[in-house]
């Protein structure tokens, strides 16, 4: 097995002859040398293998490419590349799937503010409005604040749910007592963080902290306002 995954490139080109659980074993390895396109045109070139041909059936070539090909690793031309083989060699519906499951990254410099306008196209962030598709807030977003009065003031329930909105948003000031915090979950999506900035009227007030989690029972602190003394409103700090 180490030999395959070492030398990937040129091993794979005949490995439809291994065992299926071998193989399946082999292209998850976290030892696998091979990037994604390359392995994509490997697998791709199977079909016009006509060595190949009486073992496809066995293989499930399309799981195959579903399971271990990540599209968001390669760029447009990669992409265009391997739709070009995969259609030339009779797979062009096959991997028109595996291009509707994918869903490619984006970059953002703010994540809750670009996912409000994802959601509400077209819709300004405010309170009291009428929504016209799921709600920010308790499907994309799940936002907790440690004061269970959070938010109430003079609020209906009504009001207060879309102020707790704009605030998860980022559209509106988050305002909290000494002690407490707010969590923010995003059950739809995974952040891959370059860096973090507030937004305030002059210098960041207090001394606010900010831990990231996969889990959510595993915290990791990536900020911390008392090494960033006088740290003003729009400011980046990288991470």
């Known amino acids: 097995m180490d030999v395959v995954c070492i ?14 659980a071998l193989l399946t074993e082999v292209l998850a390895s976290d030892r696998l040398c091979i990037d994604d396109f390359e392995l994509g045109k490997v697998l791709i070139a199977w079909l016009q293998d006509e060595a190949a041909i009486p ?29 070009s083989a995969a259609k030339a060699a009779g797979f062009g519906e096959v991997f028109g799937d595996l291009q509707r499951r994918h869903f490619r990254g984006k970059h953002t410099t703010h994540f809750f503010e670009d996912l409000w306008k994802a959601v509400h196209p077209g819709e300004v962030i405010s309170c ?39 605030v998860a948003s980022g559209s509106n000031y988050l305002d909290l007592a000494e002690s407490h915090e707010a969590t923010w979950f995003t059950p739809h999506h995974r952040l891959y963080l370059l860096g973090l900035s507030f937004r305030c009227s002059g210098a960041v007030a207090g001394s606010p902290q900010v831990m990231v989690s996969q889990t959510g029972s595993e915290w990791s602190q990536v900020f911390d306002a008392e090494k960033h003394q006088g740290m003003s409103s729009g400011q980046r700090v990288p991470y």
Do not use: C
């Open 128 to 166: 009291g409005q009428k929504r016209k598709r799921s709600p920010l807030l308790g499907y994309w977003i799940n936002f907790i604040p440690s004061d269970p009065k959070f938010g109430m003031l003079n609020h209906s329930n009504e009001d207060r749910y879309n102020f707790m909105e704009s």
């Open 7 to 20: 030398n990937a490139p040129v091993a794979l080109r005949k490995a439809f002859r291994l065992d299926v």
């Open 55 to 83: 073992y496809l059936e066995a293989l499930k070539l399309p799981d195959l490419l579903r399971d271990h090909v990540k599209l968001g690793n390669m760029d447009e031309r990669q992409i265009a590349t391997l739709r």
